[in-house]
Nanobody
């Protein structure tokens, strides 16, 4: 059974940093792409970053480009999202998911991801 769980959320002030961790089990890591998504109250879930485990290609949405960094440790089946220069607009529940499409041409779309973690709350105060 495919299982993902996020950790590392919390509350920070504007300009602060957090590192989210996504730990996966139940599947061969290299066969999937891992994406990070977020959903703010009253808004749709949006894809913000992903990594292709097979070749390490990454993608970032414009809203986080230059501030967030995605990386993975395949030996641990773990993907990290380092979030820097956080802003109140980054406040949301953050999810990681395993899917089939990631990259500069396809982005990171909710519809391409089938297996989701329960999410972790990130709150940025001004």
């Amino acid at each position: 059974e495919i299982h993902l769980v996020e950790s590392g959320g919390g509350s920070v002030q504007t300009g602060g940093s957090l590192r989210l961790t996504c730990t996966a089990s139940g599947f061969t890591f290299d066969d999937w792409h891992i994406g990070w998504f977020r959903q703010a109250p009253g808004k749709e879930r949006e894809g913000i970053s992903c990594i292709r485990e097979s070749d390490g290609v990454t993608y970032f949405a414009d809203s986080v480009k230059g501030r967030f960094i995605i990386s993975s440790d395949n030996a641990k089946n773990t993907v990290y999202l380092q979030m820097n220069r956080l802003e109140p607009e980054d406040t949301a529940v953050y999810y990681c998911a395993a899917g089939v499409a990631c990259g500069p041409r396809v982005g990171v779309r909710v519809s391409n991801y089938d297996h989701w973690g329960p999410g972790t709350q990130v709150t940025v105060s001004s």
